[in-house]
């Protein structure tokens, strides 16, 4: 079973920073994708950043909201994904999930888990 633990959320002014952590624990394969999603009340969660393990998982991607201010990144050994976030605005604000794409084989159709989710509000 997948656990995903993030932290590194809270509360930052308006072009502050911010850094989030999400380490995975359980049965993680050799090919998969980890990242970020956010949620606003509202609006359907969306996609911030994903980075593959291996090429064979696909590409970095990003928002275009969020590029050229976020920076995802990752540790393998550590089963740890990062998100760097700079230049915050209000918009910014929101649950941010980590999530784990899960390839048992290449190809085929990952499982998918989330984390709890962690709390960024940005103030104006």
């Known amino acids: 079973q997948v656990q995903l633990v993030e932290s590194g959320g809270g509360l930052v002014q308006a072009g502050g920073s911010l850094r989030l952590s999400c380490t995975a624990t359980g049965t993680i394969y050799a090919v998969n994708v980890m990242g970020w999603y956010r949620e606003v009340p509202g609006k359907q969660r969306e996609l911030v950043a994903t980075?593959?393990?291996?090429?064979?998982?696909?590409?970095?991607k990003y928002s275009d909201s969020v590029k050229g201010r976020f920076a995802i990144s990752r540790d393998n050994a550590k089963r740890t994904v990062y998100l760097q976030m700079n230049d915050l605005n209000s918009e910014d604000t929101g649950v941010y999930y980590c999530v784990l794409e899960n390839y048992p084989r290449v190809p085929g159709t990952p499982s998918i888990d989330w984390g709890q989710g962690t709390q960024v509000t940005v103030s104006s």
């Open positions: 980075s593959p393990s291996v090429v064979e998982a696909g590409i970095t």
